[in-house]
């Protein structure tokens, strides 16, 4: 009896570490003992794994065994080291070999069944990136595990079956019934390439050409936007729109995107990557951990990580809590939300299109003249006072909308589909995308003021309105900027090699909820 290795995958955030797992057995009276920074479900392994091999028929040895997890530094957590531990005890003990080069992802049932784990998808990329190729999952998170390109996967349903293709004595073996190996070949093929998912339509809008105009901006530039506006005039299904307008993503967003939603608790395994931008509509109740990420231990990605690279909807926006509005000013700004806890940090990404939307008031009828509304002057303020001038200067479009007037209701011709409207954002961002490569940048909502100023700069007479509202204080230098972004969009849109005043004419009165410069 000796030594056995074999390697597992600690996820942190995204992040994931190459575990190395080494099992010594040792001359003493039995034991276990785990050493490495384990926490307390990872601690449970060591029962775990004893009814497992046990009623697999590979019991595990009745001298001490010590596991240790390399790094011992980095904290550990998670039942997914399950299969590591006893693949590197019966190793240890000459059950089986050749387990040392092996990622092994998979928690353990006592029945020596192979359940599944949240986050593969992360952790064999990271092991991948490492320079390990050879993976072991359970059957269930077999078709998730092989999205990543270059990864040789296998998936088992019970432990029997793993000892036995690694080396084990046949004879005693107890094999679960209908948990074999299963290869790539043994599932349905996944289609990676998406498709754009059918939904909710944007000719299904009556009214709101100015909304509608606002929205297809929004789209082609991946620019914030906010709806004021009283009820029923259609915010919500103008918000619910926007993701079909967006075209599908590539491989590497596709690819961050489904890591991610790889981290939920799910029933089923991904089995194909997300190519659909995301999107994420919280309720208000919801706490700063639900939007932003949190929970005990490593914090988890909230709703602004899983609308990374979608759409992040906050309905009746001024009812969310003052906190966790100001605490999306950091990701809308940085494109990454960065998590302390005491157990660790975690880095999630969140570059998503903020979306608000919002009545006038609280009892939502000071629109016009206001005469119906029952609401107070310090009630009006208190109610938009939520929404701090910090985060609203983040906010690309910030737009009135109007009651549907039942003329508008009537005409349903002539209203453009999501598809038509999705071809001219596509070529939108096909324009900005060519002229931003030299940038490293995407689209025009990622500019940055120095190349705004710079290569980019527009003539004195473009920028006339401009430098007007802000020598007046209507707009910061951010709100500045910010404009610009617009003003190329719009040109974008329209064909124009470059912005002139109508363009930034047109997108400051978007940034000023339609009240002319």
Same mark, same amino acid.
């Given at each position: 009896m000796g030594m056995g290795r074999s390697l597992a995958v600690a996820l942190v955030g995204l992040n994931g570490h190459v575990i190395e797992v080494e099992a010594d057995i040792g001359q003493t009276l039995p034991n276990f003992v785990l050493l490495g920074l384990p926490d307390?479900?990872?601690?449970?392994?060591?029962?775990? #794994?004893?009814?497992?091999?046990?009623?697999?028929?590979?019991?595990?040895?009745?001298?001490?065994?010590?596991?240790?997890?390399?790094?011992?530094?980095?904290?550990?957590?998670?039942?997914?080291?399950?299969?590591?531990?006893?693949?590197?005890?019966?190793?240890?003990? =000459?059950?089986?070999?050749?387990?040392?080069?092996?990622?092994? #992802?998979?928690?353990?049932?006592?029945?020596?069944?192979?359940r599944p784990v949240r986050g593969v998808l992360p952790a064999v990329l990271a092991a991948l990136s490492a320079g390990y190729k050879q993976f072991v999952v359970s059957a269930d998170n077999l078709s998730e595990a092989r999205l990543v390109t270059g990864a040789e996967v296998r998936g088992?349903?019970?432990?029997?079956?793993?000892?036995?293709?690694?080396?084990?004595?046949?004879?005693?073996?107890?094999?679960?019934?209908?948990?074999?190996?299963?290869?790539?070949?043994?599932?349905?093929?996944?289609?990676?390439?998406?498709?754009?998912? *059918? =939904?909710?339509?944007?000719?299904?809008?009556? /009214?709101?050409?100015?909304?509608?105009?606002?929205?297809?901006?929004?789209?082609?530039?991946?620019?914030?936007?906010?709806?004021?506006?009283?009820? /029923?005039?259609?915010?919500?299904?103008?918000?619910?729109?926007?993701? =079909?307008?967006?075209?599908?993503?590539?491989? *590497?967003?596709?690819?961050?995107?489904?890591?991610?939603?790889?981290?939920?608790?799910?029933?089923?395994?991904?089995?194909?990557?997300?190519?659909?931008?995301?999107?994420?509509?919280?309720?208000?109740?919801?706490?700063? *951990?639900?939007?932003? /990420?949190?929970?005990? /231990?490593?914090?988890?990605?909230?709703?602004?990580?899983?609308a990374h690279r979608g759409v992040l909807f906050l309905d009746e926006a001024p009812e969310f809590d003052k906190r966790v509005l100001d605490a999306l000013r950091q990701p809308l700004e940085s494109g990454e939300l960065v998590l302390h806890r005491a157990a660790g940090t975690a880095a999630y990404p969140a570059r998503f299109q903020l979306v608000m939307a919002a009545n006038p008031c609280p009892c939502g009828k000071a629109t016009g003249k206001g005469i119906n509304c029952e609401c107070t002057p310090m009630a009006r303020r208190r109610y938009f006072g939520r929404l701090s001038g910090p985060l609203l200067d983040r906010v690309d479009i910030q737009l009135h909308v109007n009651k549907v007037q039942l003329e508008?209701?009537?005409?349903?011709?002539?209203?453009?589909?999501?598809?038509?409207?999705?071809?001219?954002?596509?070529?939108?961002?096909?324009?900005?995308?060519?002229?931003?490569?030299?940038?490293?940048?995407?689209?025009?909502?990622?500019?940055? =003021?120095?190349?705004?100023?710079g290569p980019l700069r527009l003539g004195g007479h473009d920028t006339a309105l401009l430098d007007k509202a802000m020598a007046t204080g209507v707009l910061s230098l951010r709100g500045y900027d910010r404009v610009l972004r617009l003003a190329w969009t719009v040109a974008d849109l329209q064909g124009h090699e470059r912005p002139g005043s109508e363009e930034v004419g047109l997108a400051l009165t978007l940034r000023q909820r339609g009240v002319g410069p």
């Open positions: 307390a479900s990872l601690s449970e392994a060591r029962e775990r #794994i004893r009814s497992a091999a046990q009623n697999s028929g590979i019991p595990l040895s009745r001298r001490k065994i010590t596991v240790n997890l390399v790094p011992a530094s980095l904290p550990k957590k998670g039942s997914g080291f399950d299969l590591a531990i006893v693949m590197a005890a019966l190793s240890a003990a =000459g059950d089986v070999r050749g387990t040392d080069g092996t990622v092994f #992802i998979s928690e353990l049932g006592l029945d020596g069944r192979l088992y349903g019970c432990l029997a079956q793993v000892a036995l293709d690694f080396g084990a004595d046949p004879k005693d073996l107890v094999m679960m019934d209908g948990a074999g190996l299963h290869s790539a070949e043994d599932t349905a093929p996944v289609d990676s390439a998406g498709s754009t998912q *059918a =939904g909710a339509d944007l000719s299904e809008v009556a /009214g709101q050409p100015v909304a509608k105009l606002a929205l297809e901006i929004a789209a082609a530039g991946g620019h914030h936007l906010m709806m004021v506006g009283p009820p /029923g005039s259609g915010k919500t299904m103008l918000a619910e729109r926007l993701p =079909g307008l967006l075209p599908d993503l590539t491989d *590497a967003e596709a690819m961050e995107v489904t890591a991610i939603h790889s981290l939920e608790h799910r029933r089923t395994s991904l089995v194909q990557l997300l190519r659909r931008p995301p999107y994420e509509r919280p309720h208000h109740s919801a706490s700063t *951990a639900a939007i932003i /990420g949190g929970g005990s /231990g490593v914090p988890r990605p909230g709703a602004a990580s899983r508008q209701l009537a005409d349903s011709g002539g209203r453009e589909s999501s598809a038509q409207v999705a071809q001219r954002v596509l070529l939108a961002r096909d324009i900005a995308g060519e002229r931003l490569k030299p940038w490293g940048l995407n689209h025009n909502a990622d500019l940055t =003021g120095t190349v705004l100023r």
